[in-house]
C-alpha cells in the first residue's frame, strides 16, 4: 500500500529533490511513497539521495519515459 504519492514530471531539478526530501522527513518507518519523474538530473539525483539515507525504493520507467518510484522508508 502506497502512503503517499508525489508527480514530479513537470518539474525540473532540484525542485523534485527538495520537495522529496521535505516529504521523506514526515513520514514514518514502514510508509512508502510513490514518485514519479521526467526530469533526466532528478531521475538520477534521487537513487543517490535514497542509498545515502537508506531507503529501500524500486525504479521502472514507463510510458513517455516516466521514471517511477515506490520508496519505502527504513
Given amino acids: 500500500m502506497v502512503n503517499y504519492q508525489y508527480d514530479a514530471t513537470k518539474e525540473a531539478c532540484p525542485l523534485p529533490l527538495v520537495k522529496l526530501r521535505v516529504m521523506l522527513k514526515k513520514m514514518k518507518t514502514g510508509e512508502s511513497c510513490r514518485l514519479l519523474l521526467k526530469d533526466t ?25 516516466i521514471q517511477e518510484f515506490i520508496i519505502t522508508i527504513r
Fill in 41 to 65: 538530473g532528478s531521475k538520477s539525483d534521487i537513487p543517490r539521495l535514497l542509498d545515502k539515507l537508506g531507503h529501500s525504493y524500486t525504479s521502472q520507467v514507463g510510458d513517455d519515459s
